[in-house]
């Protein structure tokens, strides 16, 4: 299996801009979750999907911020408009709860700078 | 609120000693696990303890959980520098796969 994959890997933008994380799952995951890792905040959880719900955003920053998981093999993070502060690494995960407690397995992240 | 703490937060130690990390974290789970993210990189899997006394090893790494004491322990035996990296234990306290993430552990290896 390929892993989690995330795109663009790095990103650039304006402050002002709209910014768009993309995230494919591992086939067959029924979980899917949005981190932001900084250094001042640590590993953050944004919010997280079971079978292409939302369950919990309440670790999404304001109303500047979005999610979206439109089938079982995509979703986005959206950011408008963006600002510096914004400025982190945003990981994407997913999981397959077969049993008690599962593994969440990661991608290799969204490097995302505002100016 | 759920707190995860770990320590030490910074860990400089030599090749061929042993140290453990410590995570604690304020309300009762038996769900907890260990990830380890090298810079740069993602967090990649390392262990995952279900139940009170569950011991798991890999290599130079033992993990453990007490779930009364709410304490984890990673314990490093006879570190080698590719063990160098930042380790994150993290806690499922309400089993609804919502993980909380301590602070996380930077270990250097010293040759």
């Known amino acids: 299996d390929a892993g989690v994959i995330q795109s663009p890997r790095h990103e650039v933008t304006e402050m002002g801009q709209e910014v768009t994380l993309r995230c494919k799952p591992i086939s067959g995951h029924d979980y899917l979750f949005w981190y932001r890792q900084t250094m001042m905040r640590g590993l953050e959880l944004l919010i997280y999907?079971?079978?292409?719900?939302?369950?919990?955003d309440s670790g999404m920053p304001e109303d500047r911020f979005s999610a979206k998981m439109p089938n079982a093999s995509f979703s986005t993070l959206k950011i408008q408009p963006s600002e510096p502060r914004d400025s982190a690494v945003y990981f994407c995960?997913?999981?397959?709860?077969?049993?008690?407690?599962?593994?969440?397995?990661f991608g290799p992240g969204t490097r995302l700078t505002v100016t | 609120e759920l707190k995860v703490e770990q320590n030490p937060l910074f860990l400089s130690m030599q090749e061929g000693k042993n140290y453990t990390i410590y995570c604690n974290y304020s309300t009762t789970s038996d769900r907890l696990y260990w990830y380890r993210q090298d810079p740069g990189k993602s967090l990649e899997s390392l262990f995952v303890?279900?139940?009170?006394?569950a011991v798991k090893q890999e290599g130079r790494l033992m993990a453990s959980l007490d779930t009364k004491a709410r304490l984890s322990t990673l314990h490093i035996t006879a570190a080698v520098h590719d063990l160098s990296a930042t380790y994150f234990c993290?806690?499922?306290?309400?089993?609804?796969?919502?993980?909380?993430f301590g602070t996380g552990t930077r270990l250097t290896i010293i040759p």
């Open positions: 303890l279900l139940s009170n006394g």
């Open positions: 993290a806690v499922d306290a309400f089993g609804n796969e919502k993980l909380t």
């Open positions: 995960a997913s999981s397959l709860v077969y049993r008690l407690g599962s593994e969440q397995y």
């Open positions: 999907f079971n079978n292409n719900v939302p369950i919990d």
